[in-house]
Antibody, heavy 120, light 106 residues
Framework: QPQLQESGPGLVKPSETLSLTCTVSGDSISTSSYYWGWIRQSPGKGLEWIGYIYYTGSTYYNPSLKSRVTISVDTSKNQFSLNLDSMNAADTAVYYC????????????WGQGSLVIVSS | EIVLTQSPATLSLSPGDRATLSCRASQSVRTYLAWYQQKPGQAPRLLLYDASSRATGIPARFSGSGSGTDFTLTISSLEPEDFAVYFCQQRTNWPLTFGGGTKVEI
């Protein structure tokens, strides 16, 4: 099993952009068998799928967040990243990166999660 | 979007008991449903996919059934490490969605 590790700021001001990176070890991100996704978890909304990306750069986003989300991939660093614009208090959550099985859309494994708080 | 409703919200049981958790979908997801386990402070872990297939390394005491809109996760005999929160997830329609979870407590 590969290991995934999120990194980024734990505190973001309202209206700013969240940038998180997921570093993958033990597996190549450049594989057609898997895609690489972001999911968040908050007390109010539970688990929410944000989107995912293939190593080719193809992306799929949750329509509820699509206008604010960008997911990108850096195959040279075996990393993928999440940008979420115009952050507000409702975006406070634990953000997870995860590997998804291409064609199946199940998530396994997940990173340990990164708590992001939106506050001035 | 497909809404997944899990019940009960909390299940209070003892080690050795049988646990039966329910996940109901707002429309048919065929058998495209997964179950995850989450322990405090940890990320979710895939248990079952396609309603009844166990993920790698998952003990046989975990089983799943159902199709269409009604699904069940059964833990045949609870071990101390099984007390956790369980979520279901569907992949039939976009966006991918999760249920609200069932907490299995001692």
């Amino acid at each position: 099993q590969p290991q995934l590790q999120e990194s980024g700021p734990g505190l973001v001001k309202p209206s700013e952009t969240l940038s998180l990176t997921c570093t993958v070890s033990g597996d190549s991100i450049s594989t057609s068998s898997y895609y690489w996704g972001w999911i968040r978890q908050s007390p109010g909304k539970g688990l929410e799928w944000i989107g995912y990306i293939y190593y080719t750069g193809s992306t799929y986003y949750n329509p509820s967040l699509k206008s604010r989300v960008t997911i990108s991939v850096d195959t040279s660093k075996n990393q993928f990243s999440l940008n979420l614009d115009s952050m507000n208090a409702a975006d406070t959550a634990v953000y997870y990166c995860a590997r998804g099985s291409a064609g199946d859309n199940w998530f396994d494994p997940w990173g340990q999660g990164s708590l992001v708080i939106v506050s001035s | 979007e497909i809404v997944l409703t899990q019940s009960p919200a909390t299940l209070s049981l003892s080690p050795g008991d049988r646990a039966t958790l329910s996940c109901r979908a707002s429309q048919s997801v065929r058998t495209y449903l997964a179950w995850y386990q989450q322990k405090p402070g940890q990320a979710p872990r895939l248990l079952l996919y396609d309603a009844s297939s166990r993920a790698t390394g998952i003990p046989a005491r975990f089983s799943g059934s159902g199709s269409g809109t009604d699904f069940t996760l059964t833990i045949s005999s609870l071990e101390p490490e099984d007390f956790a929160v369980y979520f279901c997830q569907q992949r039939t329609n976009w966006p991918l969605t999760f249920g609200g979870g069932t907490k299995v407590e001692i």
